[in-house]
């Protein structure tokens, strides 16, 4: 695997940004984590308001501030992307965690979301967040494997309404 590192969102990453969003869109597949989902077709003004949203400012009510960064590999490409929120909310608690993590349709099953998540660990503890909350639907193999590949201790799970199963794993950092 190439060497991965973890980018701030900025208009120098424009290009590499917008090959990544564009396979996520043509895949059809749900966009993990949801700021993905964001239309980046003002780039510069989507990097502000991520930017505003890791400052807190401009949130929606009952909001909590949340960082976003790219997993970025070899010299300038995106495989994934990351939403770190800062605090949690009751609905986090139960259905969102601290982060929220995606890897683009063809850099799956390659290891990029165990480092990601292993680098997104590292910036939870730069926030001061000791015991980090990361959350998968039960269906999602995979992301389960990610956390507990990163120490993720299992507990209760949270049921929706739906009848969707949320598996809550913490890791102390």
């Known amino acids: 695997m190439e060497d991965v590192y973890l980018v701030r969102p900025s208009v120098e990453w424009m290009e590499p ?6 396979e ?5 597949e ?4 949801w700021v993905v989902e964001k239309d980046p077709s003002q780039f510069e003004a989507m990097v502000q308001w991520l930017e505003d949203h890791s400052n807190g400012i401009g949130l929606q009510d009952g909001w909590v ?5 790219w997993l970025a590999a070899g010299s300038r490409t995106i495989v994934g992307a990351v939403n770190i929120r800062h605090d949690l909310t009751p609905w986090l608690m139960d259905r969102g965690g601290h982060i929220g993590y995606g890897i683009r349709p063809t ?5 990029y979301a165990t480092k990601l998540l292993a680098h997104s660990l590292e910036k939870t503890k730069e926030l001061g967040i000791q015991r980090v909350l990361v959350v998968c639907d039960e269906s999602n ?5 990610t956390i507990l ?8 799970s949270f049921v929706e309404e739906s009848g969707n199963v949320i598996r809550r794993f913490w890791i102390e950092v």
Do not use: C, H
Request: hydrophobic fraction near 30%; charge should be neutral; avoid cysteine.
């Open 17 to 22: 940004y917008l090959d990544f969003y564009q």
């Open 149 to 156: 590949n990163n120490g993720g201790v299992e507990d209760k």
């Open 141 to 145: 193999v995979a992301s389960a494997k």
């Open 107 to 111: 850099a799956r099953r390659k290891g």
């Open 30 to 33: 749900d966009i993990v984590p």
């Open 24 to 28: 996520w869109i043509a895949s059809g």
């Open 65 to 69: 501030p949340d960082t976003t960064y």
